[in-house]
């Protein structure tokens, strides 16, 4: 397989899985913005465009942090090229690049998406619409995802789709975890008070996992409980012992398609033996954002790896 055939379809899974995450990011934003006054409500804002890392370019092109000004931004603004416009867009030109390595239902749900998408984000959007606009955008990469597990073969292509996949939403739950304690809580004082908890559920409603939690633990929002389940529970899948857990079947599933395994293999084995032996109680004692600071930066080194070892620039 050519490298730059890898790099099509693992970037246009990035960015399907970005883009999708940066509406559910949103729309976690909105929801809680709802219930604050405005000061707060800019905070909360203000979070949503830290957690995408795109505070800087924001910034310059804004003098505030209104919900309008903000989902608009990330949504459809032309200077953003971390909008999901423009995401959208990026996976779309990835996946017509490397056409023949995809099925024709992958390639028309991308296809469909992005011009789906393109006629919904021409307009700037509304208070009032910016629920159903979140929902198109989640449903069209449903569509994408369901295209991509019902019609790929189990070969190389779907294991570059997959790995893309699963490096963004690790790197995505992280950084909800991370501005979760560092950006959402005004104070120390706030914690076990009621807007912490409806913070922490805010938090689960942004990798849609509210719903299994609640049902694991009869109801009770916990703190310690949520972080270990998006960490730790290899049964949901948005937890980064989840992610590292396909990572690591897909990249075995490389090297038994190339005859040897690359270092990237070796870098996500290592953070999944570290992930089992970890405990909650231990993430807290060293501090939460110290773990997911070291994470985030193993995490990129597996992108990295596999840009290196698959030779994507050659």
């Not at 490096?167 to 076990?192: H, M």
């Not at 993430?283 to 698959?310: K, T, W």
Request: proline share 1%; with cysteine; hydrophobic share 45%.
């Amino acid at each position: 397989m050519l490298g730059r055939t890898a790099s099509g379809v693992f970037w246009m899974a990035r960015y399907l899985e970005r883009a999708e995450n940066t509406a559910r990011l949103i729309d976690a934003g909105f929801r809680m913005a709802l219930t604050r006054d405005r000061v707060v409500s800019e905070e909360e804002w203000r979070s949503v465009v830290a957690t995408v890392g795109l505070r800087a370019g924001y910034e310059a092109a804004n003098g505030s942090y209104t919900g309008v000004q903000v989902w608009n931004y990330l949504l459809r603004d032309k200077s953003n090229t971390g909008s999901v416009l423009a995401m959208t867009e990026a996976a779309r030109t990835n996946a017509r690049a490397v056409r023949t390595a995809l099925t024709r239902e992958v390639w028309e749900a991308v296809n469909e998406s992005w011009m789906v998408l393109k006629d919904t984000l021409s307009r700037p959007v509304r208070e009032g619409s910016v629920i159903d606009v979140l929902g198109t955008i989640r449903k069209q990469a449903t569509l994408v995802r369901g295209a991509l597990d019902g019609t790929m073969l189990r070969n190389d292509n779907y294991n570059f789709c997959r790995l893309g996949t699963f490096v963004e939403r690790a790197d995505n739950t992280a950084r909800i975890l991370d501005i979760k304690y560092f950006v959402l809580l005004p104070s120390l004082a706030w914690v076990g008070s009621s807007l912490d908890n409806v913070q922490w559920e805010s938090v689960l409603r942004a990798v849609s996992g509210e719903r299994a939690y609640r049902w694991l633990n009869a109801g009770a929002m916990d703190p310690r409980g949520i972080t270990e389940f998006l960490i730790l529970d290899e049964r949901f899948p948005r937890s980064l012992a989840f992610c590292m857990d396909k990572l690591d079947s897909n990249l075995t599933g490389l090297a038994r398609q190339y005859g040897n395994e690359s270092s990237a293999n070796e870098l996500v084995a290592g953070i999944k033996r570290d992930l089992s032996a970890m405990t909650i109680e231990r993430i807290f004692e060293g501090g939460l954002h110290q773990y997911i600071a070291a994470f985030l930066s193993r995490n990129r080194q597996v992108a990295q790896a596999i840009e290196h070892d698959y030779r994507f620039r050659a």
